[in-house]
């Protein structure tokens, strides 16, 4: 059986093969052009996903070496040197860097990818390659759609990194809602996604918590799985929305893009 971190690696590189073809045809004026990010233009989407490439396999050659925790200021100065750089080497240096970490992730072992433990920083305990490579597909995944979708209005997340990020999303929940948004409204919902297919229940309310499915819930919200991973990450607003999700209830999808801002 494929390992998670096979599986993820190898998302990984189709993800950045896809973004990387596409990001090497885009002009000058196509890089300052607006992002799916609300505050970022397309350069500045790739700077965040080629500096982060650069930490990211910072970390993982850290844990292959023993080498411990990094100097200390390390992140903010990939940051600085990535904030002063013009939209065209923003794209560049971000084909190098991620291109780079892709290949780091592919040349690790299979001992490796079983046992090498990485130190992400903001975790409070090392992680298995499997884990520290889907945290990296699912920043890399949902930038990808923010840098296309203000060409595309109908990118999606790649799909062959739905499925891997689809569960790893349900630990965010609790984090990532703001139940205030509903001003007082509660409820249960019913959520049934396709592709992959699941069913689970979701709880509004002063808290918002992922369940299994109710038996009688107050309503029933109907999508593809890829919309469902971008309603939760603030990114199905109505002209992103496609045909075929449905809801039914008291709560709206108005609602539920409230309590999921994005961030």
């Known amino acids: 059986m494929t390992s998670l971190a096979d599986q993820v690696i190898a998302a990984l590189r189709s993800g950045h093969d896809d973004l990387a073809a596409y990001a090497a045809a885009l002009t000058p ?19 965040h996903l080629g500096s982060g490439a650069e930490i990211n396999q910072a970390a993982v050659e850290r844990a292959r070496t023993r080498a411990g925790s990094p100097p200390d200021g390390f992140n903010q100065g990939v940051w600085a040197r990535w904030d002063a750089m013009s ?21 690790l072992t299979a001992d490796e990818r079983r046992d090498l433990r990485i130190d992400l920083g903001f975790l409070p305990a090392p992680v298995g390659v499997g884990e520290a490579g889907r945290m990296r597909l699912n920043e890399f995944s949902l930038h990808t759609w923010d840098a296309k979708v203000g060409a595309d209005p109908a990118a999606t997340v790649p799909a062959d990194a739905v499925p891997l990020l689809f569960e790893a999303m349900a630990g965010l929940i609790g984090w990532i809602a703001k139940p205030d948004a509903l001003g007082g409204k509660s409820g249960s919902l019913a959520i049934v996604t396709s592709d992959p297919a699941r069913e689970f229940g979701l709880e509004l309310g002063e808290k918002v918590a992922l369940t299994d499915r109710p038996a009688a819930a107050d309503g029933t919200l109907r999508l593809p799985a890829e919309s469902w991973l971008r309603l939760i990450t603030g990114r199905l607003s109505p002209e992103h929305t496609p045909a075929g999700v449905e809801i039914d209830g008291p709560l709206s999808l108005d609602d539920l893009r409230k309590v999921f801002p994005g961030f």
């Open 29 to 47: 004026d196509d890089l300052t052009a607006p992002s799916g990010a609300s505050e970022w233009n397309v350069s500045q989407v790739l700077s």
């Open 87 to 107: 939209p065209v080497t923003h794209r560049d240096a971000f084909l190098a860097a991620n291109g780079s970490l892709v290949e780091l992730y592919e040349s």
